[in-house]
């Protein structure tokens, strides 16, 4: 595969419905977490997204000296929305090995 079908790829995969749809579910299922309204069962989906952010954070406070306690929740979101795009990338890759031809294009 060429250097732009990669990137034309993965920039579909980044803006696509399924990806944007999971993103919404998973800040939905950590604001609920957040407000103590959800069980806290809710929180394994998340946690690949946070064990990321919260390593990223403690290099950047260990090993970089930076004090930010305001950067875990910027980086939380930020993994959430990378875990949502390979979670939608998935989701595609299946539809198009069992031949769901019949869904309307992902856009």
Same mark, same amino acid.
């Given at each position: 595969?060429? *250097?732009? /079908?990669?990137? /034309?790829? &993965?920039? *579909?995969?980044?803006?696509s419905r399924t990806s944007l749809?999971?993103?919404? &579910?998973?800040? &939905?299922?950590? /604001?609920?977490?957040?407000a103590r309204v959800a069980p806290?069962?809710?929180?394994? +989906? ?9 390593? $990223? ?11 930010? +306690?305001?950067? $875990?929740? +910027?980086?939380?979101?930020? $993994? ?7 979670? /939608? ?9 069992n031949g769901a031809s019949n ?5």
């Amino acid at each position: 595969m060429t *250097h732009a /079908g990669v990137v /034309g790829m &993965l920039r *579909h995969a980044a803006t696509s419905r399924t990806s944007l749809a999971v993103f919404a &579910l998973l800040l &939905l299922m950590w /604001g609920g977490f957040e407000a103590r309204v959800a069980p806290g069962e809710l929180f394994f +989906p998340l946690f690949p997204a946070f064990a990321v952010a919260f390593f $990223f954070d403690t290099v950047a406070y260990n090993q970089l000296g930076l004090r930010l +306690p305001w950067l $875990f929740y +910027p980086l939380g979101t930020l $993994f959430l929305y990378v875990e949502a795009v390979l979670v /939608g990338g998935i989701v595609r890759w299946v539809r198009g090995r069992n031949g769901a031809s019949n869904r309307p294009d992902d856009t």
